[in-house]
């Protein structure tokens, strides 16, 4: 059974940071790339950062210099470290595992940034 679990998302303000991560299990961690998705209130589902399974990290334009995808394959987990938070931030952001056409989803982390 797959499983993919976020956690450290919460109420920030303007200017602050938090570390999201999405701890794997069920899959060959190694062999996936992860990504970070967000979905605000009334928009689309948007990819923000995104890093291979040999490491090559990609970000949203909109997040670039303040937002850094990691993985730590010895422990199954996916990081997103996230600075110099916006309110336009605010989403519930969601881990994807992918390969080829294969894709599980977390249950998303609730991030809030206040003004």
């Known amino acids: 059974q797959v499983q993919l679990v976020e956690s450290g998302g919460g109420l920030v303000q303007a200017g602050g940071s938090l570390r999201l991560s999405c701890a794997a299990s069920g899959i060959i961690f190694s062999t996936y790339a992860m990504n970070w998705y967000r979905q605000a209130p009334g928009k689309q589902r948007e990819l923000v950062a995104e890093?291979?399974?040999?490491?090559?990290?990609n970000l949203a334009d909109s997040v670039k210099g303040r937002f850094t995808i990691s993985r730590d394959n010895a422990k199954t987990t996916a990081y997103l470290q996230m600075n110099s938070l916006k309110p336009e931030d605010t989403a519930v952001y969601y881990c994807?595992?992918?390969?080829?056409?294969?894709?599980?989803w977390g249950q998303g982390t609730q991030v809030t940034v206040s003004s």
């Open positions: 890093i291979t399974s040999g490491g090559t990290t």
């Open positions: 994807n595992a992918q390969k080829s056409v294969v894709n599980y």
